[in-house]
């Protein structure tokens, strides 16, 4: 058969989604709305859906645990092994999972740093793998497998992924003949980990709680006199691109959606614009 006999048009394919937000935001339960979920635990999820009725908790694997060496320097616990262990069998065993949520992978990095530094004998991961931070590298590559296993959920067990991760701020410059820099949002781990979600998602997504200052006063001259409390309103948004909004420079998406759109609690808003949900 030729290439050409082999050509097709494109079908809906299950999403890569990466869902930041500071904690206390409500990461876990947007994900716990997605079709039939599953998480891997990097962190405890499970006080989320406690107070969930039973027929819509989602499915929690056990928690990944912190690494551990015998008394001769072997690992005893490698979160690493575990969770590959984990998406192996969900790429290998009928199942009727449709989501496959990862909590959170910020909590997952730190744990792989931990790894990388247990498993050489050394206090740091910038001291693993020979020093000179290249734990740094090596940590970024496991990151990479995890990805590539998701990938092949997606592809093979038609599986929306949905990776958690918490809000981080980068400083950036824009050029060297500018002389200020400026803060972004971010993924909040080392941006060579970071670039391994954000460059291979369908879609980066930010939970933000909407804020407002009040009791600031300002004198006529319009300095500072009185400085205001932050409130919240209660409300959020999930800001879905960084086109038009200051510091989301990593918000993206592939699908036809608004720049923001409200995210209810218990709600799942995204699901309507994304062809893949529409056709299960």
């Known amino acids: 058969m030729s290439y050409l006999e082999k050509a097709s048009k494109p079908l809906a394919a299950a999403p890569i989604i990466t869902v930041i937000g500071s904690p206390g935001t409500g990461k876990s339960s947007f994900a716990g709305t997605f079709p039939n979920p599953i998480f891997i635990q990097a962190e405890r999820a499970s006080s989320v859906f406690e107070s969930w009725d039973e027929d819509i908790q989602p499915t929690l694997l056990p928690e990944l645990p912190k690494p551990t060496v015998d008394a001769a320097g072997n690992m005893t616990a490698s979160p690493k092994e575990i969770l590959m262990a984990q998406l192996r069998e969900l790429a290998t065993v009928e199942h009727g999972f449709k989501t496959l949520v990862l909590d959170t992978v910020t909590a997952l990095n730190l744990k792989l740093e931990a790894e990388a530094a247990v498993r050489d004998g050394v206090e740091t991961v910038a001291d693993a793998a020979g020093g000179f931070h290249k734990g740094y590298t090596l940590v970024a590559g496991w990151h990479s497998e995890v990805m590539h296993a998701c990938q092949v959920l997606a592809m093979r067990k038609k599986m929306a992924i949905v990776l958690l991760g918490h809000t981080g701020v980068q400083k950036i410059k824009n050029s060297p003949d500018e002389a200020s820099e400026y803060s972004v949002y971010s993924l909040d781990m080392y941006p060579k980990?970071?670039?391994?979600?954000?460059?291979?998602?369908d879609a980066v997504f930010y939970i933000r709680k909407e804020e407002f200052v009040t009791g600031a006063e300002k004198n006529r001259k319009g300095q500072t006199t009185k400085y205001g409390r932050v409130m919240q309103t209660?409300?959020?948004?999930?800001?879905?691109?960084?086109?038009g909004l200051t510091g989301f420079v990593s918000a993206k998406s592939r699908y036809n959606m608004p720049a923001?759109?409200?995210?209810?609690?218990?709600?799942?808003?995204v699901l309507e614009f994304i062809k893949f949900f529409k056709e299960q």
Request: proline share 7%.
């Open 260 to 269: 923001e759109i409200d995210l209810p609690l218990g709600e799942n808003p």
């Open 193 to 201: 980990s970071a670039a391994v979600y954000i460059n291979n998602s």
């Open 234 to 243: 209660g409300e959020r948004k999930l800001i879905t691109t960084g086109d």
